[in-house]
């Protein structure tokens, strides 16, 4: 599922950023790994990165608390 219209990247390419040590896992950071360095042009993905990227900082959390 495209993620991205604009500066096109997937769910899959958000996935990858997100599991990269290498990315500091915030949104504007996964994006522009997802989207080769590109800025948003109409934001309308932030949502969702901003979403996918607290689950998986909250999962990074959880991991570290057990």
Same mark, same amino acid.
């Given at each position: 599922m495209y993620i991205c219209n604009?500066?096109?990247f997937?769910?899959?390419?958000l996935d990858r950023?997100?599991?990269d040590d290498a990315v500091l896992k915030t949104p504007s950071n996964v994006y522009k790994a997802c989207s080769?360095? =590109?800025v948003p042009c109409c934001g309308?993905?932030?949502c969702e990165?901003?979403?996918r990227v607290g689950k998986h900082?909250?999962?990074a959390l959880l991991a570290?608390? =057990?």
């Open positions: 604009c500066n096109p997937t769910d899959k390419d950023a997100l599991s080769g360095g =590109e309308t993905c932030i990165i901003k979403e900082l909250n999962k570290v608390a =057990e």
